[in-house]
């Protein structure tokens, strides 16, 4: 009879072994992003924009860290929808005017 509960039990953790191994990957890279994002906006409180290179970015200890345009957009988007909406002509052909007007904006 115990070893009819042993396979039970074993049974029951193979069963349910393939889903908790599954999650921390997901967890990983959802706890990756969030801590990025995070530190981003701890860091640099809003993106600058590099007319040379045509491509946003915020300084991290003095170096500038260049960011996707995606990233970027979502930044905007998510800091204030509403001004990103009314701008978003400027922050597509003129990121050096979108980036002047959101710092006069937000930094008043």
Not at 5 to 34: E, K, N, V, W
Not at 42 to 56: E, K, P, V
């Amino acid at each position: 009879m115990k070893s009819f509960h042993r396979i039970i039990a074993c049974s029951a953790i193979f069963a349910l072994a393939p889903a908790f191994s599954m999650q921390p990957a997901a967890a990983q890279s959802y706890g990756t992003d969030a801590a990025i994002g995070a530190a981003a906006g701890a860091l640099i409180g809003s993106l600058l924009f590099d007319s040379n290179r045509h491509q946003y970015y915020y300084v991290n200890e003095g170096h500038p860290v260049y960011v996707s345009n995606s990233y970027a957009r979502n930044y905007y988007r998510s800091h204030d929808r509403g001004f990103y909406a009314a701008h978003r002509g400027d922050f597509a052909h003129h990121g050096d005017r979108f980036a002047n007007d959101w710092q006069q904006h937000h930094n008043r």
